[in-house]
């Protein structure tokens, strides 16, 4: 077992022994000085098995053969099952990645495999199990290069099963309990979707995989609620979309809006009586605060509304909590990708003035308020208007200074004049104000 004295490792050591198994290779670089080597050696001997601790590079090919060619020369006891639980990762995209870390990373995993596969090129093995990473199957923000070397492994499963011999590749998401997981990654896994998996029960699918024959599996503890709609922002996912949950996760919502109309209604009333630059700052302060609560920060001003949502650590699952958050407190249906669409939240305030206050709709409202007053003036006698002296305000010169007997008398041009102007005109003639 490659990486056997590691967390996965242990854990399925411990299963085999538990289970029958006599005798119990395990590899690693540093041997027996590997941390906790000798406590796991006299617990898995404790359960039974004849435990080897051996140092062995799996990404030296030269080393693993020697590895192999001794353990060939003791007849009683052949080698019986073969796990590569060994691997390195790196916390970089492929275009960042330095090709000399990213072949570290494909050597500890999939030149491994290769390794081995070519090492037991025969039908003498009961398993071959090789431990691949979800990453490769979903993909996982900056694993290139794990990603890819796990994708190799299912590869080498295909192949060896191809040519009649064992081989069973799994992609695994998060183990907790001591596992491949501490509990800040456990955290961010959760968050995104992926619960971590008790070690036992990861153990338990391992040996239903082996024992059904399967060549290339997933096996993953998934909220669908938070991983599927992150994971298909972007677009269509054919990957998920036959699975029930995640089919149910992705469907539309019902249009069920009584909870967030209440609120939404409040908002649209401020609006509705604020000025432009009211309504501008009412919505970054909207956004600045519905951002900081989905980054944890304890308050709005910690939200630079110029800065990209990006640089502020925001990805795929915060995207769509913020979009849900907004969703709620203005009553409209925006899509998963809003924040990576604006550049910043001083964008995203824009772009909620323009959904929530379109220009269409305001020159529709004033138009409709225009023609109610042209319709309420239309009504009134044109003596009265003259006996009101608001006729006499609206046919007085310009200059204010002009004797009565100076000023022009009406016309019918005049009042045809009059008649085309819209109210806003109206109002600056009568109280003498010029346009803004």
Request: net charge negative; charged share 25%; glycine share 8%.
């Amino acid at each position: 077992m490659t990486g056997g004295m590691g967390a996965l490792g242990s854990h399925v050591a411990r299963w085999l022994a538990s289970n029958g198994a006599e005798h119990l290779v395990l590899t690693g670089r540093r041997g027996e000085d590997t941390p906790g080597a000798l406590a796991l050696k006299d617990e898995l001997t404790a359960l039974g098995a004849r435990v080897t601790l051996t140092a062995c590079d799996v990404a030296d090919p030269d080393a693993l053969t020697a590895l192999v060619k001794e353990l060939a020369q003791d007849d009683t006891a052949p080698v019986r099952a073969v796990v590569h639980a060994a691997g390195e990762s790196l916390v970089s995209g492929l275009e960042e990645s330095d090709p000399a870390e990213f072949a570290r990373v494909m050597s500890a995993k999939a030149a491994g495999a290769s390794s081995l596969d070519a090492l037991f090129d025969s039908d003498s093995l009961d398993a071959f199990v090789l431990f691949a990473s979800g990453a490769g199957v979903w993909g996982g923000s900056a694993q290139g290069a794990y990603a890819v070397s796990n994708c190799h492994l299912d590869a080498v499963a295909e192949r060896r099963r191809a040519r009649g011999l064992a081989a069973t590749s799994v992609a695994w998401g998060g183990w907790a309990g001591g596992g491949m997981v501490d509990a800040a990654a456990g955290s961010t896994l959760t968050r995104m979707g992926l619960r971590p998996m008790e070690p036992e029960a990861a153990v338990r699918a391992l040996v239903q995989a082996v024992e059904r024959q399967e060549t290339c599996l997933t096996v993953a503890d998934i909220d669908w609620d938070r991983f599927a709609p992150a994971f298909a922002m972007a677009g269509p996912r054919p990957l998920i979309e036959d699975i029930p949950e995640a089919a149910a996760a992705l469907r539309p919502p019902e249009d069920d809006r009584e909870a967030p109309e209440a609120a939404a209604g409040a908002l649209a009333a401020r609006l509705a009586g604020a000025s432009d630059a009211e309504r501008k700052r009412m919505l970054l302060d909207l956004v600045r605060a519905e951002a900081a609560a989905v980054l944890g920060h304890p308050a709005a001003d910690a939200v630079d509304p110029k800065r990209a949502f990006r640089e502020m650590g925001f990805d795929s699952v915060m995207a769509v909590e913020l979009r849900n958050r907004l969703n709620t407190a203005t009553g409209l249906r925006l899509e998963t990708t809003l924040v990576f669409d604006e550049p910043s939240p001083t964008g995203l305030r824009d772009r909620l003035m323009r959904e929530l206050l379109p220009p269409d709709a305001e020159r529709t409202a004033e138009d409709d308020e225009e023609a109610q007053v042209r319709s309420m003036l239309a009504t009134i006698p044109m003596a009265r208007l003259r006996e009101s002296g608001l006729l006499d305000a609206l046919l007085r010169p310009e200059d204010p200074g002009t004797p009565p007997e100076q000023q022009a008398p009406e016309s019918d041009d005049r009042v045809d004049e009059i008649n085309a102007m819209d109210i806003s005109a109206l109002v600056r003639m009568a109280t003498r104000t010029k346009e803004a």
